[in-house]
């Protein structure tokens, strides 16, 4: 917007190529009193060179007003016209012939001559000068007044104005430094801003979490305290964060400044990582969202507890349609609502997750696989023909799962193919299949990405693997930090195989946990559900109740007494 506001209107009339037309039949009413005013404006904008009607009417006559690069203090026109590049605009004015930057505009306001400035342009500075003549005045006069007013006092009918366009190369002159050192825990921090500003500008600085980070919702952090030393004036505007609007605004003299404030965190609150935005406007008219100059702060801490990520569980139904349950952190209800992942999945005789569905990093854009998304919760697929699918996961807005990648035929040669987590602590997920036989192999992950190479050459476990109706695994269960697997055999009898880390023999003599387990048609390690650090597992009913078991942690009993999550689970014909 322009520095003083221009209160122009709708206007009728414009001028035939040289002459002017005939009077308008309004008549003026209150003494008439026009003035120019000067403007910053950036690349890309569209100034206007309209003057402001600070009382009366121009209805009963004309404005004239002529535009160059230089000064308007020659009546003859030096510099008139517009730089190379710029585009000008009559609006309800007209350009009469044989005068260059002139235009004239029939008595009413907001008639808006303009220009488009070039969006790659360098400073300029376009001047120019207005002259009121009355019905049937003069208009060469007109213009030789116009084209020298800045020669004579402004009166109301006779003015300048300026147009300055700065450079996007000179807006960047204008810098902001970032001291943000940590938020304690329910505690309070001084943090600083250090401004260079070149130009005089305005300043707005809000926060927002740092991408990439594992989030927890956590009482708001609070702004207050705001100083600046002289030539800066500043102000609160919004005094919870992080959010989208501006926490603070400054106005700020040219110079260099140091702004100030404090921001304190909530008691309880979890740990988190913001990030500072600044804003530096020094424009007039601008361009939205691309004029002012963006800096951001490298990331700072909140302190407070550490966020343990939530896990979750997929589930097919019927249909061949997946769904996700996110985990809630709460041992009372552990599973959120479910959101519906994609159609078509009853193509495949066999999926697994091969780590437990796991909460993954904030972002604004989709996070696709890679180092920080490993680990999440990749899932394999079979088909009917026997091909192995692997499907990555990603991060952030978008799917939830990667095109699939071709592991390889032959996988029809196993009854059972589990995700075993990260058997042999390479930092890759692996995978554990049982042949017709009643022989386990082991296949260690490579994290390779960017081809269908996804495990190693297979390794054999062991034989008499037929005894188990059912295998999951993926997570630590036992609470030294190396993932499990659980063997369900055919008589209920549910058995632990704590891993070793040692690919070469990755589980260690089994550990019974109970019996009773044939009353269950779906088991699953889920990793943590229950926010206590320990990984859970949930198993099915045959009447289609879903039950958690909260773990605990050691080897001997992994489980606490089961809980109820709910019925009409018998939906589904695969929960992973």
Known sequence: MIRRAAVLGAATGLLTAATLLAPHSATATGELRLSGYDAVVAPGALPRFYPIVESGTTLAGKVVIAVGTQPMTDPEGAGAGFPAGYRPGVGQCAQPAGYTGVFVCEGAPYQVPNVLVPTAAADATLYWGFAYIPAGGDLAAAVKAARSAGSRPADGRHGTGKVTVKSRAHALLNTVGFDLPAVPDGGTVRQRLRVHANDAGRLTLRFAYAPNQILRNSPPLRIGRVTAGSGATCEVRHTTLPDTIPNVACFLAPGDHVVEYELTGGPGQYAHKLQAHTRYNIYDQGVWDESDVKQSSAPFLAQGRTVQPWHGLHARDTTGRLWEYDGTHSATAPLDTRSETGTGWQTYTAISSLSPYTQGPFSWDTIR?????????????????????????????????????????????????????????????DLVARDKSGILWFYAGTGRLTDNNRFTARVRVGGGWQAYDRLAGGADLSGDGRADLLALDKTGILWLYKGTGNATAPYATRIQI???????????????????????????????????????????TPFATRTPVGGGWNTYNQLF
């Open 369 to 429: 696989p890679s180092a920080a998304t490993r680990g999440l919760g990749d899932l394999v697929a079979r088909d009917a023909a026997g091909n192995l699918w692997y499907y990555d996961r990603q991060a952030g807005s978008g799917s939830t799962y990667a095109t699939r990648v071709r592991i390889g035929p032959g996988w029809n040669a196993y009854d059972r193919i589990a995700g075993a987590g990260d058997l042999d602590r390479d930092g890759f997920v």
């Open 514 to 556: 109970g019996g009773g387990w044939q009353a269950y048609d779906q088991l699953v390690v889920t990793g943590d559900l229950t926010d206590d650090g320990r990984a859970d597992a949930v198993a099915r009913d045959k009447t289609g109740t879903l039950w958690l078991y909260k773990g605990t942690g050691n080897a001997t």
